[in-house]
């Protein structure tokens, strides 16, 4: 299982430690990705598709973090 946080007017001494907690949920690869007073963390357990999971996911300034599965991707991707 993944684990996904995100802190607004964060401290950096508790994205440190968060990042530690999360850690057993997704040791497969960590991420955070910071704007401003916002951070969001992301541990990933790759289970589907581990060459292309990384995350955040970010297209110009939108960012997504995304923990499931999109079963019916290939068709969605055909309607984009």
């Given at each position: ?25 997704g ?17 990933r357990?790759?289970i ?33």
């Amino acid at each position: 299982m993944c684990g996904i946080a995100g802190l607004i007017n964060f401290n950096e001494s508790y994205v440190d430690a968060i990042k530690q907690s999360l850690f057993h949920r997704g040791p497969d690869a960590q991420t955070q990705c910071q704007y401003k007073n916002l951070n969001l963390i992301h541990t990933r357990l790759s289970i589907q598709d581990v060459k292309h999971g990384d995350q955040p996911f970010v297209i110009g300034h939108y960012v997504i973090i995304f923990n499931g599965e999109i079963y019916n991707h290939l068709e969605l991707r055909k309607k984009l």
